[in-house]
């Protein structure tokens, strides 16, 4: 199994970042041009619900839109997912993702209120042509560096 990673500093507390990334509503307003909505299509957010992502025109020439199963969540910090249908389905299989959010630690006030926003992915490719999913990774972490923006506003 292959598996790429990245990682951006928020300036917002991690318990803050969570609540967004996990609530469709606040999550579809956060950079509509990236992400158009997100609902629960199935369950409500824990282990088993599905969550379809409908992506906005900045990524649309790559995914439009991604069907997830929720595989595990430690609330609070992390979620773990499958894409079960959609474009990331049709290039990796398997294709898994998880979305962390961990306090940064330091003495200095302002470091109280940042935290580490991590993706990591673990796929397959399906086909030899297939690119490393390197678009997926930077479009996830600018849509969470948008999450700074939002926030001021929420």
Request: proline share 6%.
């Amino acid at each position: 199994m292959r598996s790429m990673q990245g990682e951006v500093v928020l300036n917002i507390p991690a318990e803050k970042a969570w609540e967004m990334y996990r609530d469709n509503e606040i999550i579809s307003k956060i950079n509509p041009e990236m992400l158009a909505s997100a609902e629960y299509i199935q369950g409500d957010g824990g282990p088993g619900s599905l969550r379809l992502f409908k992506l906005g025109p900045a990524v649309r020439g790559y995914v439009k839109e991604s069907t997830e199963k929720i595989e595990k969540v430690e609330k609070g910090r992390s979620v773990s997912y499958s894409v079960i249908r959609g474009c990331l389905k049709n290039m990796y299989d398997p294709y898994r993702v998880t979305f962390s959010f961990t306090p940064v630690k330091g003495e200095e006030e302002e470091e109280k209120d940042k935290c580490l926003a991590e993706w990591k992915a673990e796929f397959e490719v399906l086909a030899p042509e297939t690119p490393m999913p390197e678009k997926a990774r930077d479009a996830a972490l600018g849509f969470l560096k948008s999450f700074e923006k939002f926030e001021l506003s929420f």
